[in-house]
T-cell receptor, first 111, second 119 residues
Framework: DAKTTQPTSMDCAEGRAANLPCNHS???????VYWYRQIHSQGPQYIIH???NNETNEMASLIITEDRKSSTLILPHATLRDTAVYYC????????????FGSGTRLQVQP | EAGVAQSPRYKIIEKRQSVAFWCNPI?????LYWYQQILGQGPKLLIQ????????DSQLPKDRFSAERLKGVDSTLKIQPAKLEDSAVYLC?????????????????FGEGSRLTVL
């Protein structure tokens, strides 16, 4: 699976948008970008995934650059409950291969 | 639908003792995963099952770790004998990949984990 690079940590003010970047310059054509988050003392939770088009769901938006070498997860109105470690993962969509987690970005939402 | 169930939530043992963790995946999910998460790190895959067969156990320390999913439903992960470096959270996850008639997006559903402390 392609390797991803994320900042170690980020802060965001409550109510503001949180923009979490991810670099995946070695992504191959059949690999999707997945985002998961892990709130303290819980297991990781799926947020969103995409191939090349921007995606939006009730939790977040995913913006993937045209060359697919990077992406940004956007939490439009961050709340204190969004404080978590966010993982960007790339892998084929078939699902056969397990997720390979890096260290992620620790997002701290400040009141 | 009920989520992934794991037990126990917490376990403290002495080194060289043995421990077992249990996982019940989401009903009907064919694929089950065990991950190890050491404090401050992302989860690391230990073993992946599809039904009762092993898909990937390349990162499982087979001299001390074992896992089984005999009937293709729930699973047990065992450590014997435990070492200090086995202190971690053991996460179980399941997905609909490989489930007949199910079209999933590759999403994994995780349990809350079992926290192991080895003294």
């Amino acid at each position: 699976d392609a390797k991803t690079t994320q900042p170690t940590s980020m802060d965001c003010a409550e109510g503001r948008a949180a923009n979490l970047p991810c670099n995946h310059s070695t992504i191959s054509g059949n690999e999707y970008v997945y985002w998961y988050r892990q709130i303290h003392s819980q297991g990781p939770q799926y947020i969103i995934h995409g191939l090349k088009n921007n995606e939006t769901n009730e939790m977040a938006s995913l913006i993937i650059t045209e060359d697919r070498k990077s992406s940004t997860l956007i939490l439009p109105h961050a709340t204190l409950r969004d404080t978590a470690v966010y993982y960007c993962i790339v892998r084929p969509h078939t699902g056969r291969r397990a997720l390979t987690f890096g260290s992620g970005t620790r997002l701290q939402v400040q009141p | 639908e009920a989520g992934v169930a794991q037990s126990p939530r917490y376990k403290i043992i002495e080194k060289r003792q043995s421990v077992a963790f249990w996982c019940n995946p989401i009903s009907g999910h064919a694929t089950l995963y065990w991950y190890q998460q050491i404090l401050g790190q992302g989860p690391k895959l230990l073993i992946q099952f599809q039904n009762n067969g092993v898909v990937d156990d390349s990162q499982l320390p087979k001299d001390r770790f074992s896992a089984e999913r005999l009937k293709g439903v729930d699973s047990t992960l065992k450590i014997q004998p435990a070492k200090l470096e086995d202190s971690a959270v053991y996460l179980c996850a399941s997905s609909s990949f490989g489930t007949s008639g199910r079209i999933g997006n590759g999403e994994l559903f995780f349990g809350e984990g079992s926290r192991l402390t080895v003294l």
